[in-house]
């Protein structure tokens, strides 16, 4: 019994240790908000046969900045990026637009 209760004992010790101490005031986690300024941004994709679709569906999360400051990509590359807007951030691109948004995308920010 008493070969049992030796290396439970080190870790009673270590428990009781974590507890507050009886009487002591307890501090409560508060959580303050916080105000982040963003900048105004009227600029808008460069003109061209889906420029509208991106307009509409990728500045509610994006930049015009950040989207063309991507690398040139191929198509499928495109398509995917558009789809995983879609499927796991939950953009709202009806699929019926997944295409003409991806040749959109292609055309300004395509290989060349």
């Known amino acids: 019994m008493a ?5 439970v004992l080190p870790l009673a010790i270590l428990f009781a240790a974590a507890l507050p101490v009886p009487g002591e005031a307890q501090t409560a986690f ?13 600029a808008t994709f460069p003109p ?6 991106a307009n509409a569906n990728c500045l509610a ?3 015009v900045g950040m989207v063309l400051n ?11 990026e558009v789809n995983k807007m ?3 951030y939950k953009a709202p691109i009806e699929e019926t637009n997944v295409a003409a948004l991806t040749d959109y995308l292609t ?3 395509g290989p060349k």
């Open 3 to 7: 070969r049992m209760i030796r290396p």
């Open 30 to 42: 508060v959580l303050k908000s916080a105000k982040v300024n963003l900048p105004d941004s009227s």
């Open 48 to 53: 061209g046969t889906g420029a509208d679709l």
């Open 61 to 63: 999360c994006h930049s």
């Open 70 to 80: 991507q690398p040139a990509l191929p198509r499928p590359v495109w398509e995917a």
């Open 86 to 88: 879609r499927n796991v």
């Open 107 to 109: 055309s300004i920010k």
